[in-house]
């Protein structure tokens, strides 16, 4: 398939993947395809030990602007939109289930389930011009599935009043409700993200595995089973080479050599 073909493009920069959402003459919808794409793009990463962090980027003036509602219109069946949504809910799980974090990138819009692919992702950087909207509700059909994340990266009832209205935040407010972790002058956003990714290049990427498997899977338990699964967590870790080293690097008062 040729590189204007692709729904995804993907290019590794010294152990950073950048998957680039690639049909920006429409906004980059999820359609089928797209999310089949993205779907065997997150797969194959994951198992990649060469990647060590991702950025999910977007082709053109916007990031996404979340389902293609013209072709979800051409089949109006129950059946194809249980199996189309059931797609979706598999690649946004996928996501926060693979090893390496994983960094959106996002320029002028993400509304419905583009939003949703924000929330999920493990941080994400924002031009000052980016907004966000989950803009199902303006259709007649509530953003159900892009509340999961949105609930679980805002206050519920910031959340809510999104889902409720479909109205626009911006950035900055994106940023102050959690959703994003930065925002920049669009001139600024790949370096910004460079600084991020220079960081946890940083780290032991077993550390980093680690620590992204449990903070998910903690973060929906109650506290005691939490701190259980976290104690068991870091002791693990703390037999592992890079925490060894780590460690002993501190006591000695010196950089730590890590191999990753």
């Known amino acids: 398939m040729s590189a204007e073909a692709a729904y995804v493009l993907r290019e590794n920069r010294g152990g950073v993947l950048t998957l680039t959402l690639n049909r920006a003459e429409k906004f980059n919808p999820l359609s089928e395809e ?11 990463t994951k198992r990649d030990e060469g990647v060590r962090v991702v950025i999910l980027a977007a082709a053109g003036k916007a990031f996404c602007a979340g389902h293609d509602l013209k072709q979800m219109r051409a089949q109006p069946s ?5 199996t189309l949504f059931n797609q979706c809910s598999k690649l946004m799980l996928a996501i926060q289930q693979m090893p390496q974090p994983v960094i959106a990138r996002v320029q002028g819009i993400a509304t419905a389930a583009g939003c949703q692919l924000v929330s999920m992702c493990d941080l994400a950087v924002a031009s000052a011009d980016a907004r966000f909207a989950a803009s199902g509700i303006n259709y007649g059909l509530f953003c159900s599935t892009p509340s999961v994340g949105l609930s679980r990266n805002m206050s519920r009832k910031q959340a809510m009043e999104m889902l409720l209205t479909g109205e626009f935040i911006d950035a900055e407010t994106a940023c102050q409700r959690g959703l994003i972790n930065r925002v920049v002058p669009q001139e600024q956003l790949d370096a910004e993200i460079d600084k991020l990714c220079a960081s946890i290049l940083a780290k032991p990427a077993v550390a980093v595995a680690m620590g992204k498997q449990l903070f998910y ?3 929906e338990m109650g506290v005691g089973a939490a701190y259980q699964l976290a104690g068991q967590t870091m002791a693990c870790n703390m037999m592992d080479d890079a925490a060894i080293e780590g460690v002993q690097a501190f006591i000695e008062k010196r950089e730590p050599s890590w191999k990753n």
């Open 34 to 44: 797209m999310l089949a794409a993205l779907q065997q793009a997150v797969d194959e």
């Open 217 to 219: 899977k903690q973060i």
């Open 78 to 82: 129950e059946q194809y939109y249980k």
